[in-house]
């Protein structure tokens, strides 16, 4: 293996692990009325929508999980101050309810390939179903939504422009994470774009990137305008999916931030390697090529060699072909 395809590999191992601080997870729950598809929302269709606002859940409450069919479940009821009362589930129950759960994740993974497939109305309408089949409480109580439709809907609305809607999906859904971290990356770029630099800041912070040793704070775009502002919040939910392995999410938000700052390094580097994980060598040179320009030490001479390995390489990986 050549010298510079051995220290690509040790600077992509400063990446390809766990971040020495987690970003905040997508992991909380819808905890807000204010969403879109409330109770008189009309669809594309023209049929009314199912409400994504919830009923909160009383204090001392505990929803059961989900059961599997003909087994028997605690119905967990509450009792104030004094714990919970639990009773058996009938199994005609527990399969009614387990085949309600299973329509609603069916509905939401048609959601998610309708998204992927680029039919944006077609996902919200299937969110939308996905919200309609989740199943009450066995007590009657009526549960939250899962936070994952919120963020698919989220994500639906950020692509259709529509960021006042994207924000009433994404502020609830990750509330929890923002208060433990103090970041929020969907909300930041919902604000950006809509001229809110100081709600961006508050919803952004550099360490995002710095939590990744190959990144230095002087390497970044900063946040001194609102151009820069986007740039950097794009380039953390990159590199975030580009973590995550989502290739396609981390080339989208990189090359985005490219726009905003063409002479950055690290998003042109990036940029490039987010190509070559899905295998589009081809694609990934004239980000290398870029990135050996702007830069310098060693990812310009690794940016080189990839450069020039993804154009004469014949279909292998730049990589392999370095080493050759």
């Keep these: 293996m050549s010298k510079a395809a051995i220290s690509m590999a040790i600077l992509l191992g400063t990446i390809s692990g766990a971040p ?8 909380a729950t819808l905890t807000t009325a204010d ?30 999980g989900t059961a599997k069919a003909g087994a028997h479940q605690p119905v967990i009821s509450p009792i104030p101050a004094h714990g919970f009362t639990v009773t ?9 309810w387990a ?49 994952s439709i919120a963020f698919l809907l989220g994500d639906i609305y950020l692509r259709q422009g529509k960021y006042q809607k994207a924000l009433a999906c994404y502020l609830p859904a990750s509330q929890r994470a923002w208060r433990a971290g103090g970041v929020n990356l969907d909300a930041a770029l919902c604000y950006a774009r809509l001229g809110n630099d100081k709600m961006a800041r508050r ?13 230095q704070k002087g390497g970044l775009p900063g946040t001194s305008n609102r151009r820069s502002l986007e740039a950097s919040i794009l380039l953390a939910r990159g590199m975030n999916a580009f973590i995550s392995g989502r290739k396609q999410a981390a080339f989208e938000n990189l090359d985005a931030a490219g726009k905003l700052a063409p002479s950055n390094e690290l998003i042109a580097y990036y940029s490039g390697m987010s190509l070559v994980h899905m295998h589009r060598y081809a694609e990934s040179a004239p980000y290398f090529r870029r990135a050996a320009q702007l830069g310098h030490g060693k990812r310009a001479a690794n940016a080189k060699g990839m450069a020039s390995a993804a154009e004469h390489m014949n279909g ?9």
């Design 20 to 27: 020495k601080t987690a970003p905040a997870q997508k992991n």
């Design 316 to 324: 292998q990986s730049p990589t392999r072909a370095m080493a050759r």
């Design 203 to 215: 919803f952004y912070s550099d360490k995002v990137l710095l939590q990744y040793r190959a990144f």
């Design 35 to 64: 969403m879109p598809g409330a109770a008189n929302a009309v669809g594309a269709t023209g049929k009314k929508q199912p409400s994504l606002s919830v009923k909160h859940k009383a204090k001392g409450t505990k929803a059961a």
């Design 88 to 96: 058996p589930m009938p199994p005609e129950v527990a399969k009614a």
């Design 99 to 147: 085949a309600q759960w299973a329509e609603s994740d069916r509905q939401l993974k048609k959601a998610r390939s309708l998204y992927e497939a680029g039919d944006l109305t077609g996902a919200e309408q299937a969110c939308f179903a996905a919200v309609g089949a989740t199943p009450p409480a066995p007590n009657g109580q009526k549960l939250r939504p899962p936070a």
